[in-house]
Structures are given as C-alpha cells and as structure tokens.
C-alpha cells in the first residue's frame, strides 16, 4: 500500500498545480449552458495565510457526493449542458482576485450560466469561504453555501443572505436538483433548506432528511483524487445520522439521530466500478458510526466477497467502541469479523477522554462499562484503560489497527494532561491517535453551554477548527492548553516511537501486513504533520505557500472589504 501511493505521487511529483477548469470552452449554442464550480475553501493559518499543499490526505466527500448528485440532475435534464468543476483549493490553484476574475470573465466570454457553490463549508473554514462568496458576488456571479456550519449558525446564515448569498442548509439529496433548477428559471432564493420523505430526531426536536435507499452514488473525480498522495483512494457515506447524544457533536442535528442507509448492493457495485474502472484499491467509509447503520451486514459481507473474487480492496471505517465489547454479543462480534474479512485494515473510535467523569460530561455514554451507565462515574475511573485495552485487543485480534479521537481541554484536565494521556493510550495499545482541542462548535449541547456561562474567549470563527482552544477552562490557561496539546502529539509521536515503528514495520500482535504497514505510514505522517504545525487529518504533505492573506475577521468588515 505504501509502495503504490509512493509510486504514484512520484510519477507526479514533476506536474505543477494546474486549474482544474483548464480545458472548459465555449457554450454548445444549442441549448442552454450551465458551469457549476462546486468549490471546498482552505483554511487560515495563524499567520492569516492561506493553507495550501501539494499532496492532500483524505478527499472531500462532500464534493463527490455533490458531484454526483450534480451529474444525476444533468442525466435528467436533457434541455442543458452541465460543464462541472470541482476545486479543492486545500489542493488546487489559489482562487485569489485574478483567477475570481477570469473566472467571471471567462463565464461572460463564453456565453455559459455561471454558479459557484461552496461546499461542506465547516466552521473553521467559514471565514475563506465568506470572503470568496464575496469576491464572486462583487463580480456578479450567483453564489451557493453549504456545509455544517451555515446549518447550525443562524447568524452566519442571516449575513450570508443579506449579500446576496444563497445559503443550503441540511443534505442536499432533494435540494440541489431544486435549486439549479431555480437558477437557471432566474427565481434562485435566497435559502434553501433540507427535503425528505423522513424525520429524524435532533437536539432540538425533529428535522427532514431524505432517504438514501436510491439517491444517486458519489462521483469518482479522477483529477481531483491525483490531487492527493494516494490517487488510489477515494470515499464514500454508505450511511448517515448517528443515535448518540454526544454533547460536542453537530451532526444529529444536521443529520438527525435515526441512522438511515444506502442500498448496500448499489454501494458495493460502486466499489467494484471503483476498483476496476479506476484503480482504487482503498476506501474510507465516512459513516460517523457504520455499527449503527441498518445495512453494515449486507454491506460488509458484498465487500468481503469482492476481495474473494480476487480484488484487491482495503478499508477504514468508523465505529463507536461497543462491537469490541464482550457486551455487544453476537452482533458485535459479527461486526468485527466480517470488517476484517471486507478488508478492514484501521478502524476509528471517538476515546475522547481517559477520565471517567468527563465521558459522563460529553455524554458519551456509549463509551462506558454497561455496569456504569447508570451510576456515578467515580467508580469506574480505575477501570477505564483496561475497558479500552479490551476493545484494541478484539480488533488487533483480527488484524485491524485501532486509530482513536482524543481531547485535550475538557474539564479534569490538568498540567501533565498531554503527554500523560498519550503515554496511557500507548498502553492501552492504540496505533494512530488524533488529538484534538475541545472546541464548542455552533449547535452543539456545548456551545449552547459555552454561551450561557459566558466562557467563550473567541468570536473568530477560524479559531473553531478543533486546533485552537476557544473555551475558558477551570485549571488551565490558553498558552497552557496549547503546551499539553503540544505535548500529547509530541509524546505519542515521539522519535522514539516513530523509529520503532519504522524500524519494526508496526509490528503489533495480531495485526496483518495492510495494517502493519498502513499504521507505519500514518505514524510517520502524524509525526511529520504535527512538527510543522498543521492537524494531520487537516492538512497534507509538502505544504505550498500562497501570496493569499486573511483581510479581515468579522463579517461586517469583509462586507467592507469585498
């Protein structure tokens, strides 16, 4: 796995950034022309640069799914020509002042109806996304935003509109089609929100959300995926929503809490058209929790039969902690097997915290011992790595690495958090962990409470990207947090570690080759990414520095500005 994505970025290597619109021309006169660009902004840094590389990590699936769903409604509309582009600008060419313009320009010149739809935008990325929804709309073209953050902040929403922004909130499977459809009758409004046949529960009461059974599939965009260091990867939402009531989490209410499900025969055809149309080997399944989703059964067991078929097919997927679990019975065992037997090679679980009373306070009670569930959390503080240490030991048992979400910055943090707590999960015997700042996201259980006691120390929404600390805690001040955040990479990801690693190709009881040398490879990765300042799920390799700096922060000031 190693050897083919490295072998395949060095056959790049040579290639500089190109626009992915090189190529597009005029409009066939004959029927109507729509150029849709489905843009996913970057990020500031703290420098107020732009955040670019050479190589990405993990593709957009926002931008394949709408992709997809973009190509579907030109397959029924036959009256129009779609000409779609998609850019990654974490990836792809700057899309500074003159590249906005020529993209007007080049709109006008060719006689084509031009929308710009920002996709996915999360809260961390809201500012770039802003300030280019601005620049398009100062050159006259419509403009679309979507993504969890317009979903979840009314006021980011509100000023959106009020210049002229079209905002999309929720999914998109019965929205997009309605929307391009608008644009091109000239009746585009000015909000659109999710449709469905189905309600799901939220935080906040019920929401509408569509059925996936039969929405069209992602959109593999060969371009887009040499864009990142294995062009032999690609992703795919088998499911969505998520039960739980995490109290950090955005999505149940975005996506609701009842888990709905893509036909699992479509999607393993998929993978199969995937594999031996375009050569790819591995997939991320980006379900937020593929145990809980209604199809993983049928889903898994297609997949492990393309592999008997003789396809060389790998996954990483997500999952809550229960499969590994003696608890979760047979259920949860069948889980485990057959993820392997599909090819599973990393699996990732949201630990979040070793301390026994902050799992109680994200009321992520999933995570803990059934025996505790109901009852103080004091008790089981002791116990709590071995519970862990039992759920790695069932994957590793059956060749799967285990890859975990941790935070730094709850409420039993002290000094010492971070390199202690990467010390315990070394012990446990986690390969890959990602470290995170707590960060009280828009609509969240936490923001609400970060808003009520006042202790929020940011209104600069690029501070909300989960690397910066932007809540007042009890023990701890700014520069402390960012020190044990510091240090929990630092110690986990120790040369030592890492040389190990290396030297040993992850050699782990249990674990087979894909996940040996797929652990090896994101130890090396992380350990790099975290030296040079960027998150490793965040960012990529080879980092490229752009003339682009940050303007302003505040809305009312880029609308100055813009």
């Given at each position: 796995?190693?050897?083919?994505?490295?072998?395949?970025?060095?056959?790049?290597?040579?290639?500089?950034?190109?626009?992915?619109?090189?190529?597009?021309?005029?409009?066939?006169?004959?029927?109507?022309?729509?150029?849709?660009?489905?843009?996913?902004?970057?990020?500031?840094?703290?420098?107020?640069?732009?955040?670019?590389?050479?190589?990405?990590?993990?593709?957009?699936?926002?931008?394949?799914?709408?992709?997809?769903?973009?190509?579907?409604?030109?397959?029924?509309?036959?009256?129009?020509?779609?000409?779609?582009?998609?850019?990654?600008?974490?990836?792809?060419?700057?899309?500074?002042?003159?590249?906005?313009?020529?993209?007007?320009?080049?709109?006008?010149?060719?006689?084509?109806?031009?929308?710009?739809?920002?996709?996915?935008?999360?809260?961390?990325?809201?500012?770039?996304?802003?300030?280019?929804?601005?620049?398009?709309?100062?050159?006259?073209?419509?403009v679309a935003v979507g993504g969890f953050h317009v979903s979840s902040d009314?006021?980011?929403?509100?000023?959106?509109?009020?210049?002229?922004?079209?905002?999309?909130?929720?999914?998109?499977?019965?929205?997009?089609?309605?929307?391009?459809?608008?644009?091109?009758?000239?009746?585009?409004?000015?909000?659109?929100?999710?449709?469905?046949?189905?309600?799901?529960?939220?935080?906040?009461?019920?929401?509408?959300?569509?059925?996936?059974?039969?929405?069209?599939?992602?959109?593999?965009?060969?371009?887009?995926?040499?864009?990142?260091?294995?062009?032999?990867?690609?992703?795919?939402?088998?499911?969505?929503?998520?039960?739980?009531?995490?109290?950090?989490?955005?999505?149940?209410?975005?996506?609701?809490?009842?888990?709905?499900?893509?036909?699992?025969?479509?999607?393993?055809?998929?993978?199969?058209?995937?594999?031996?149309?375009?050569?790819?080997?591995?997939?991320?399944?980006?379900?937020?929790?593929?145990?809980?989703?209604?199809?993983?059964?049928?889903?898994?067991?297609?997949?492990?039969?393309?592999?008997?078929?003789?396809?060389?097919?790998?996954?990483?997927?997500?999952?809550?902690?229960?499969?590994?679990?003696?608890?979760?019975?047979?259920?949860?065992?069948?889980?485990?097997?057959?993820?392997?037997?599909?090819?599973?090679?990393?699996?990732?679980?949201?630990?979040?915290?070793?301390?026994?009373?902050?799992?109680?306070?994200?009321?992520?009670?999933?995570?803990?011992?059934?025996?505790?569930?109901?009852?103080?959390?004091?008790?089981?503080?002791?116990?709590?790595?071995?519970?862990?240490?039992?759920?790695?030991?069932?994957?590793?048992?059956?060749?799967?690495?285990?890859?975990?979400?941790?935070?730094?910055?709850?409420?039993?943090?002290?000094?010492?958090?971070?390199?202690?707590?990467?010390?315990?999960?070394?012990?446990?015997?986690?390969?890959?962990?990602?470290?995170?700042?707590?960060?009280?996201?828009?609509?969240?259980?936490?923001?609400?409470?970060?808003?009520?006691?006042?202790?929020?120390?940011?209104?600069?929404?690029?501070?909300?990207?989960?690397?910066?600390?932007?809540?007042?805690?009890?023990?701890?001040?700014?520069?402390?947090?960012?020190?044990?955040?510091?240090?929990?990479?630092?110690?986990?990801?120790?040369?030592?570690?890492?040389?190990?690693?290396?030297?040993?190709?992850?050699?782990?009881?249990?674990?087979?080759?894909?996940?040996?040398?797929?652990?090896?490879?994101?130890?090396?990765?992380?350990?790099?990414?975290?030296?040079?300042?960027?998150?490793?799920?965040?960012?990529?390799?080879?980092?490229?520095?752009?003339?682009?700096?940050?303007?302003?922060?505040?809305?009312?000031?880029?609308?100055?500005?813009?």
């Amino acid at each position: 796995m190693i050897r083919r994505g490295l072998a395949s970025a060095l056959d790049r290597l040579r290639l500089l950034p190109a626009r992915p619109d090189a190529g597009i021309g005029a409009a066939d006169v004959r029927r109507p022309v729509l150029r849709l660009y489905l843009v996913k902004a970057s990020r500031y840094d703290d420098d107020g640069r732009l955040l670019q590389f050479r190589w990405g990590v993990i593709p957009g699936n926002t931008l394949a799914v709408l992709a997809g769903l973009a190509r579907a409604w030109a397959g029924s509309r036959t009256d129009v020509e779609l000409q779609l582009v998609v850019w990654d600008e974490l990836v792809d060419a700057t899309l500074d002042a003159a590249t906005i313009a020529s993209i007007t320009d080049a709109a006008s010149r060719d006689g084509v109806r031009l929308l710009i739809g920002l996709c996915g935008v999360q809260t961390g990325e809201y500012p770039r996304a802003r300030d280019l929804a601005l620049q398009f709309r100062s050159h006259g073209a419509a403009v679309a935003v979507g993504g969890f953050h317009v979903s979840s902040d009314p006021a980011s929403r509100a000023f959106l509109e009020s210049a002229g922004v079209t905002v999309a909130t929720g999914e998109a499977e019965d929205t997009l089609g309605r929307l391009l459809d608008d644009f091109l009758g000239g009746r585009l409004r000015c909000s659109y929100a999710a449709e469905g046949s189905l309600r799901a529960r939220s935080d906040e009461g019920t929401i509408v959300v569509p059925a996936l059974e039969s929405a069209p599939l992602p959109s593999i965009e060969a371009r887009y995926l040499r864009r990142f260091f294995n062009a032999r990867f690609a992703t795919i939402d088998t499911s969505r929503g998520c039960p739980y009531v995490c109290s950090f989490c955005a999505v149940k209410n975005v996506m609701g809490r009842s888990v709905r499900a893509r036909d699992p025969r479509r999607v393993v055809d998929w993978i199969a058209h995937a594999h031996d149309e375009h050569g790819i080997e591995s997939f991320l399944l980006v379900d937020d929790d593929l145990f809980r989703s209604p199809a993983w059964e049928p889903l898994l067991t297609g997949i492990a039969a393309l592999r008997r078929a003789g396809r060389r097919i790998a996954l990483f997927l997500q999952s809550d902690v229960q499969p590994g679990l003696a608890e979760s019975g047979r259920d949860g065992r069948r889980f485990v097997d057959l993820a392997a037997a599909a090819g599973c090679y990393q699996v990732f679980m949201g630990f979040e915290t070793l301390d026994a009373v902050d799992v109680a306070g994200l009321r992520k009670h999933q995570n803990r011992h059934a025996a505790d569930r109901r009852r103080d959390p004091g008790p089981e503080a002791d116990r709590l790595d071995a519970h862990y240490q039992a759920i790695v030991a069932t994957w590793h048992a059956v060749g799967v690495g285990v890859h975990c979400g941790y935070m730094i910055g709850l409420p039993g943090d002290r000094a010492g958090c971070g390199a202690a707590a990467a010390r315990r999960l070394a012990d446990i015997g986690v390969d890959i962990v990602s470290f995170f700042a707590a960060t009280p996201l828009p609509g969240t259980a936490d923001h609400r409470a970060a808003l009520a006691d006042g202790s929020l120390l940011s209104d600069d929404w690029g501070d909300y990207d989960t690397t910066h600390f932007v809540r007042r805690h009890g023990f701890l001040d700014r520069s402390g947090l960012e020190r044990e955040y510091r240090d929990a990479y630092r110690t986990f990801y120790s040369p030592r570690r890492l040389a190990w690693s290396a030297a040993t190709l992850h050699r782990v009881a249990g674990l087979g080759w894909p996940a040996r040398t797929g652990m090896m490879a994101q130890q090396l990765y992380y350990g790099y990414a975290s030296r040079r300042g960027w998150h490793p799920m965040l960012g990529g390799i080879w980092r490229r520095r752009s003339a682009e700096r940050r303007r302003v922060v505040d809305d009312e000031a880029a609308r100055a500005v813009y």
